[in-house]
């Protein structure tokens, strides 16, 4: 046999056995005996002429294996276990307060009843189209209770306070009901609606209840992982789903299908998923602390959520437990929040703050409110508040309601060229 036909059969044979233990998954030190070894000899052979065992006798063969390939295998996915054990410690540690809210209410009962379309006609016409026999239509024969909805909350107290938001339990003809961790029942009576943001407060007659651990929203970054927990189409009781921080201090416009609408500042987005049901319901860090309370979603996305941040909530619960009810703190303007868009527009001398300019609903400054007495005007631009400034996203409404009623602020002003200081003494927001 020739020297190139030679060199055409090894060459196929290398073909071949590569083929083969990569098909078959043989790992690198299987290769080493048997076949492999003949096949790599003919190819030499073919090559050289040369037998391979002569070949091997001159050049001994060098293991290209480190010692390092032959210990234990370096733990590539330890990082992963730890995150892993880190959200289910979370969720072990808050689930045990998460409730699920059940939405009851009398409905009616709509049957087939007989009926007669010719009720109307003289007796004679009647009697003509045969007295409405077997004619029927729908009618209410009365009303029963139904569950109609669900949302979520977390215990906020030992003794049944529990957070949710307002939109799941503003309807005041039904009836909510409250099911804890432990699958116990509880009728809920709502104790407080907040007048600014999506929060309420329900409370349940109970004790020793297990409460969940309150976070600083004030505190979390773009990027973090946030765990949302809920009642997920009100069927799904602690129901968990994790994603990121995915945005800050967003405005958003949010409604239901019964007609509510409001507008919400300073919102957490996250991409963790939140269903329908999951209203109400903690949105925790990976210390299992509520760092949010989800309140919506966009219709039609990709797990663009958001939740109400924990800072908000908090003073509504020290409200609650100091008043009963839940006050907000009221200065009396219609403001536009600048941007840098805004700003190039508008021709405006800085590019963050609030721009107090009224709308068709009513004047810039309020009469009679803090806002008049304080001196503030229309087109003047709140740029901060006891020297907090109003940058990077910050909303003049979320930053007010850090402070109590009847508490003096003080407030940056620009007017013009100028700066100015004013203070205002914050009132209670009147009812609308």
Avoid at 127 to 144: A, I, L, P, R
Wanted: charged letters at 20%; hydrophobic letters at 40%; one cysteine or more.
């Amino acid at each position: 046999m020739n020297k190139d036909k030679k060199i055409k059969i090894a060459a196929t044979a290398a073909c071949a056995v590569v083929i083969f233990f990569a098909g078959i998954g043989i790992s690198p030190r299987v290769s080493e005996a048997g076949l492999f070894s003949d096949a790599w000899n003919f190819i030499k052979e073919g090559f050289s002429g040369t037998p391979a065992d002569e070949s091997a006798e001159k050049n001994p063969p060098v293991s290209k294996m480190s010692e390092e390939s032959e210990t234990s295998p370096i733990p590539l996915y330890k990082p992963v276990y730890e995150y892993e054990e880190a959200v289910v410690r979370a969720v072990d540690a808050a689930s045990k307060s998460v409730v699920s809210i059940i939405i009851s209410k009398d409905v009616p009962v709509i049957e087939r009843c007989p009926s007669n379309p010719w009720s109307d006609l003289p007796p004679e016409f009647r009697d003509f189209f045969g007295g409405g026999f077997g004619f029927y239509s729908e009618c209410q024969t009365g009303t029963k209770k139904q569950e109609v909805g669900g949302g979520s909350g977390f215990i906020v107290s030992p003794d049944g306070l529990i957070v949710t938001n307002k939109h799941v339990v503003m309807d005041k003809n039904a009836e909510y009901t409250v099911f804890t961790n432990d699958g116990k029942k509880y009728d809920a009576k709502v104790l407080a609606q907040d007048p600014v943001n999506d929060l309420a407060v329900l409370r349940i007659s109970a004790s020793n209840l297990p409460v969940a651990t309150i976070g600083d929203s004030d505190s979390i970054k773009l990027g973090q992982t946030a765990i949302a927990i809920g009642n997920a189409l009100g069927e799904f009781r602690n129901t968990v789903s994790v994603g990121v921080i995915s945005g800050l201090s967003r405005s958003i416009t949010a409604g239901n299908t019964q007609g509510f609408s409001e507008k919400i500042e300073g919102v957490i987005q996250t991409d963790a998923a939140i269903n329908q049901g999951n209203s109400g319901g903690p949105l925790l860090n990976l210390k299992g602390e509520v760092i949010g309370i989800n309140t919506a979603i966009v219709s039609g996305a990709q797990n663009i959520g958001f939740a109400i941040p924990v800072n908000q909530a908090r003073r509504a619960i020290n409200s609650v437990k100091e008043t009963g009810t839940i006050k907000s703190t009221y200065l009396g303007v219609r403001y536009i929040a600048i941007t840098e868009t805004l700003k190039e527009s508008q021709k405006l001398p800085v590019s963050y703050g609030a721009l107090i300019r009224g709308t068709e609903e009513g004047p810039a400054v309020i009469p009679g409110s803090p806002a008049e007495n304080a001196g503030l005007r229309a087109e003047d631009i709140i740029i901060a508040v006891n020297g907090e400034s109003l940058e990077e996203g910050k909303v003049l409404g979320t930053v007010l309601q850090k402070y109590r009623v009847g508490e003096k602020i003080s407030l940056s002003v620009r007017r013009g060229d100028e700066t100015l200081t004013l203070y205002a003494t914050l009132a209670e927001r009147p009812e609308e």
